[in-house]
């Protein structure tokens, strides 16, 4: 019932979309996801990190056949590319064989075997279409909201010592390497999420189920709540209102004023700014900050190199969100805390609500909601007491990071550190 419930409302809400981004021009998640059957995906790594999470519940034997199909379509694909003169490409495959493992569930499986297959085929697809439900999120973000909040942020910002202008200089000073070695980890935060549920999900084809709570339904709660609160507080980022030509990018012609990362910008009282149709309002939260901090958070129980390419790709991802200008300081801070609070979520939901839970996601609800409150109507007397605000704002980031620590442990002991005790006196035998 559960993952029907899931089904309907996705549909439902691609619908919406699709309605929506039709009504402003633009083609919605279901159309973009549609062409990529045939035409140049925009992702092909992200394709395959889709195929992956679907062959969970096959044989190996089935994995390999799956495998080796999807690379065999691509191939095809990619001479028909060459021949009509077509940018090389691929991702194709990978969908074909998706939709083929749907087919077959329909046609040539039943009972448990038929749901495990589709639920496995569910999985990589929900997967694709949350980023093509975000992607056109954002669009519509940029058509709807006209006027952005930057300057309220900005100087929100100065509680914490303007972190991106700081963070930019940086990145700057690394060259061509830093920009690109970031911008690859940027970039490729969801086939990270993928091998990361991999792992997790490593079990399903034995054990013939899913483990209740794993880091794709968090993933994909970000990506469909996240969005709405563009909607509610539109921001674009430092690198598009105060440069206009930082790495390649910039506000061009809508800039306030070309000083990032060099210059503080000077801010008199904080005003709504006029700004394209076409830039994302995908600053507040930080999504990448919130996926990046859920990657981090379901790799602690993994391997050793599971674990440190979590924290790599978590310091990486708040670098490069911090170093091209894409993101605020205070940006961060509240895409720290939503991640938590989604998390705890989504782990309640499968395993059950109890007290903690309760308290956690409100307390969540409730510093997230004073962020945003405090970034838009406050924003002058942040800046004005940075020594007094800046510890504030990291002290209610980090009050929900002590209750998700603490929430995730008693739910969870095994996670828990065990500490050495006292050893229990070995039985003694009995005399008769």
Not at 223 to 252: D, H, N, R, W
Not at 342 to 357: F, H
Not at 414 to 424: I, V, Y
Request: charged letters at 10%; hydrophobic letters at 50%.
């Amino acid at each position: 019932m559960l993952w029907t419930a899931v089904g309907v409302v996705t549909l439902a809400f691609l619908v919406v979309l699709e309605v929506v981004a039709h009504h402003y021009g633009l083609r919605g998640p279901i159309t973009n996801q549609a062409r990529e059957v045939i035409w140049a995906p925009k992702s092909g790594p992200l394709l395959y990190g889709g195929l992956a999470l679907t062959m969970v519940v096959l044989t190996w034997r089935q994995r390999w056949i799956a495998l080796g199909t999807a690379v065999g379509i691509d191939a095809a694909f990619g001479v028909m590319r060459l021949i009509v003169g077509a940018a090389p490409n691929f991702g194709n495959g990978a969908l074909w064989v998706v939709l083929g493992c749907a087919v077959i569930a329909i046609t040539r499986r039943t009972g448990p075997e038929r749901l495990l297959l589709l639920k496995g085929v569910g999985l990589g697809l929900l997967l694709v279409a949350g980023h093509k439900i975000g992607d056109t999120w954002l669009l519509i973000t940029s058509k709807t909201r006209p006027e952005v909040l930057d300057l309220y942020v900005a100087t929100a910002d100065r509680a914490l010592g303007n972190p991106s202008w700081v963070a930019g200089r940086i990145v700057e000073t690394t060259g061509p390497v830093g920009y690109h070695i970031l911008h690859l980890v940027y970039s490729q935060l969801p086939l990270a999420a993928a091998v990361t549920a991999l792992y997790q999900l490593r079990n399903v084809a034995v054990e013939r189920r899913f483990p209740g709570h794993h880091l794709v339904r968090t993933f994909l709660a970000i990506g469909l709540l996240g969005p709405a609160i563009y909607m509610v507080f539109p921001v674009v980022g430092p690198v598009f209102v105060y440069s206009t030509g930082a790495f390649g990018t910039g506000g061009e012609g809508w800039a306030i004023a070309d000083i990032w990362p060099h210059v503080l910008p000077r801010i008199g009282t904080p005003h709504p700014v006029l700004y394209d149709q076409i830039t994302p309002r995908n600053c507040m939260p930080s999504l990448h900050t919130a996926w990046a901090v859920t990657l981090f958070l379901h790799s602690r129980k993994g391997s050793r190199p599971l674990r440190y390419a979590g924290t790599f790709w978590l310091v990486a991802t708040l670098a490069a969100t911090l170093g091209f200008g894409y993101h605020y300081g205070t940006d961060l801070i509240a895409g720290v805390v939503f991640a938590l609070t989604i998390d705890v979520a989504m782990r309640a939901l499968a395993q059950g609500w109890d007290r903690s839970s309760i308290q956690l996601v409100a307390h969540g609800a409730v510093v997230f909601t004073a962020l945003l409150v405090a970034y838009r109507w406050l924003p002058v007397q942040l800046a004005a007491h940075p020594w007094l605000c800046g510890p504030l704002l990291l002290l209610a980031m980090g009050s929900v990071i002590h209750g998700y620590v603490r929430t995730t442990r008693s739910v969870d002991p095994a996670s828990a550190p065990t500490l050495p005790g006292p050893r229990s006196p070995e039985p003694q035998p009995e005399l008769v």
